[in-house]
């Protein structure tokens, strides 16, 4: 029992961590500007970890490299935790190719994550309050993933049925990579 509580906390932590790292990569992918306030939050939360890594890897155009490494590091982390916490074996060095590589697609997994959240916070924003203060950050986030799909779609007037169908992709995306991670990390 108290493995399960364990890790409980360690995966909400880690997860949450890691998650605020790959915002902070969105952020720049994005060309958020770094004065806006949700911005801020991030940058604040993640500097520890960024900074540091940012003399070993330099940030590309459009790709934040040490956040991406730091999400990294901490999927790594949590798979190495929590598979001490769940199996109680110690991490083989044959092992570690596989975790490796989970740790990859966790990345992955918590950006799908992170997506459909955004999307479906914005979804139901623009129901409730479309001028919330919210609604630009999720809009300039969630537009380079909408618009794609938006452009092939017909003209449907004041519906738009491309959230539904991104929200369809990335759940399926994400089952296909948690299956992936699972085996790749002895899960």
Not at 29 to 49: H, K, L
Not at 147 to 166: C, K, N
Request: hydrophobic residues 60%; glycine residues 4%.
């Amino acid at each position: 029992m108290f493995n399960d509580i364990l890790y409980f906390i360690v995966h909400i932590g880690l997860s949450l961590l890691g998650i605020a790292f790959i915002f902070r990569a969105w952020l720049f992918a994005v060309r958020m500007p770094p004065f806006n306030p949700y911005s801020q939050a991030v940058i604040q939360v993640t500097d520890w970890a960024v900074q540091p890594l940012k003399k070993l890897v330099s940030p590309r155009r459009y790709l934040d490299l040490p956040s991406l490494l730091a999400a990294w590091l901490c999927a790594v982390v949590y798979l190495v935790v929590s598979l001490l916490l769940l199996h109680q074996s110690i991490v083989a060095a044959s092992q570690l190719v596989g975790l490796a590589l989970a740790g990859v697609l966790t990345v992955i997994k918590w950006g799908l994550n992170t997506a459909l959240w955004l999307i479906l916070i914005q979804v139901i924003l623009s129901w409730v309050n479309p001028t919330a203060p919210a609604m630009p950050l999720l809009q300039a986030l969630t537009r380079p993933i909408m618009e794609p799909i938006r452009r092939h779609l017909p003209a449907t007037g004041a519906i738009d049925f491309s959230p539904l169908i991104v929200l369809l992709v990335l759940q399926v995306a994400n089952m296909v990579v948690q299956r992936l991670s699972m085996a790749l990390g002895g899960l």
